[in-house]
């Protein structure tokens, strides 16, 4: 097991000042590596998570999950101490990671310009939805917006019923998320060897147009443009999901020759190998929907053909890939949760603390970072902490 002290961001200290989902999710899997999170979050409004339901103990389940192993401070960001308070804070410091229009933290006195003047080092990751310039700048958005205007949601659908909304948020942790930890690792490093901080640009709307990888260059080069079931992945061919008896799904990966072999043998239909696949698809649909999932799913149990049955989260939380690789784990709180699902040493996680009561940590991280007890109190009677 991998104590927290020997993770592999032991040491690494973030100041995290986001809120939903990209932000926490970013510094969330950057706390699970071990780095030392503090959320600065705003006195007089909770973030949106944190109020949703089911609650435990008072914050939502997504809320402890997204913040575990994270501590908590309010600050009023607008109040007239505060971007002293917060360049004191800093220099303790190595990453500030934020999640406003372009433009707000500069206002408050803590734009990326202003931090590095009395620290160079800092590495400054902006998160947005159109990034910190061009035309959508000052822009809001959303998951679904970001994935449209890049063009992916214009061949991820259905011919009869056009788009479909994701359930999962794509946008928002791969065009967000994900760029922002990578980029903020490969700052460490450049500033390892450069002593040198750096602002980071991360526009979920421009990662989303860069997660393209198959599909763009064809459009970008040849002017061929996909659409809805027109490309082996997107249901143009048997690449599919496929309806059983009872309303269930199976998934349909049968991509290379063996697999798609084994596939047809398996529903009995070996001898269909050599159809296009606009005239295989309808006997493999037919075939599908003779018997239930729990049939199928058996029934490929012991055959490497890509194929599995479309599960719901709690049947996926039983599932024997999961449990074998203890991906569930129960935390502080006593909640469910999917623990850090990267292994070092071939070693499963343990969750991290649990997720912090807003502003918990407030005095204990100022005093950490020199503030006497008479500073501390003179905030708490002007109202920095809200």
Not at 329 to 344: N, S
Not at 345 to 368: I, M
Request: negative net charge; hydrophobic residues 40%; glycine residues 8%.
């Amino acid at each position: 097991m991998i104590s927290a002290v020997t993770k592999p961001l032991a040491g690494l200290k973030v100041l995290d000042f986001s809120g939903l989902l990209p932000g926490p999710y970013a510094s969330m899997l950057l706390a699970d590596l071990g780095a030392e999170v503090v959320r600065v979050e705003a006195p007089e409004r909770d973030d949106l998570v944190r109020v949703m339901k089911p609650q435990i103990n008072g914050q939502s389940a997504a809320f402890c999950y997204l913040n575990r192993g994270k501590r908590s401070i309010t600050l009023d960001l607008k109040h007239a101490d505060a971007a002293a308070t917060v360049k004191q804070l800093i220099q303790h410091y190595d990453i500030v990671i934020e999640q406003f229009r372009p433009g707000v933290m500069a206002r408050l006195g803590l734009g990326y310009a202003t931090l590095a003047e009395d620290k160079p080092d800092l590495i400054y990751c902006s998160i947005s939805s159109y990034g910190q310039t061009g035309d959508y700048a000052a822009r809001a958005g959303h998951d679904m917006n970001f994935l449209s205007l890049a063009g992916a949601m214009s061949y991820s659908g259905r011919k009869e019923s056009g788009p479909c909304p994701s359930g999962i948020q794509i946008g928002d942790i791969a065009g967000g998320s994900q760029p922002a930890v990578i980029a903020i690792l490969a700052a460490v490093i450049q500033r390892q060897n450069t002593g040198q901080g750096t602002h980071i640009d991360i526009s979920m709307a421009d990662q989303s147009f860069a997660l393209q990888a198959l599909v763009a260059p064809s459009a970008l080069n040849d002017g061929d443009e996909e659409s809805y079931e027109t490309h082996l992945l997107n249901g143009g061919g048997i690449y599919d999901y496929y309806r059983t008896s009872d309303n269930r799904y199976m998934a349909v990966a049968s991509l290379e020759p063996q697999f798609r072999q084994r596939l047809l043998e398996t529903l009995g239909l070996a001898n269909l190998y050599n159809l296009k696949d606009s005239e295989l698809k309808p006997h493999i649909e037919r075939r599908f929907s003779s018997q239930s999932m729990a049939y199928w799913t058996e029934k490929f149990s012991a055959v490497d053909a890509c194929v599995e049955p479309v599960l719901t989260l709690t049947e996926a939380s039983q599932h024997p890939s999961f449990k074998s690789r203890e991906l569930i784990k129960v935390g502080a709180a006593g909640d469910r949760q999917i623990a850090p699902p990267t292994q070092f040493n071939f070693q499963p996680n343990e969750l991290p603390s649990a997720a912090p009561v807003k502003g918990a940590h407030t005095e204990q991280v100022l005093a950490a970072v020199g503030f006497s007890d008479n500073e501390i109190n003179d905030c708490k009677i002007n109202g920095l902490f809200g």
